[in-house]
Nanobody, 127 residues
Framework: QVQLVESGGGLVQAGGSLRLSCTAS????????MGWYRQAPGKQRELVAA????????KFLESVKGRFTISRDNAKNTVYLQMNSLKPEDTAVYYC????????????????????WGQGTQVTVSS
């Protein structure tokens, strides 16, 4: 029912930048929080960043704070992940996701993904 199309991945040298985009096909985009996950070979998929439906609340993986920025344009049904100062350890397949829940609990914002995922886009950072 909901299709997510990602773009912007590629190969970049350490210290470089990439901007990922994810466009949703359904109007429901504007009613949900959105998130970006990544999965490196042999590792579990981890949440990189999340943003509330209105864009006023954001959450980041500690290791990317100060380097990555998540934003959204609800008029375009699009969420972005701006990645600066990229490191080889950022190499992974990146997936956008429609959020099921974003709530403040146990002292932090907790993002719960839904079953709607993008196809994934490869980000490779060389040293």
């Amino acid at each position: 029912q909901v299709q997510l199309v990602e773009s912007g991945g590629g190969l970049v040298q350490a210290g470089g930048s990439l901007r990922l985009s994810c466009t949703a096909s359904a109007r429901t985009f504007s009613f949900n929080a959105m998130g970006w996950y990544r999965q490196a070979p042999g590792k579990q998929r981890e949440l990189v960043a999340a943003i509330s439906s209105g864009g006023t609340i954001t959450k980041f993986l500690e290791s990317v704070k100060g380097r990555f920025t998540i934003s959204r344009d609800n008029a375009k049904n699009t969420v972005y992940l701006q990645m600066n100062s990229l490191k080889p350890e950022d190499t992974a397949v990146y997936y956008c996701n429609v959020g099921e829940r974003l709530a403040f609990s146990y002292g932090t914002w907790e993002y719960t993904p839904s079953d709607y995922w993008g196809q994934g886009t490869q980000v490779t950072v060389s040293s």
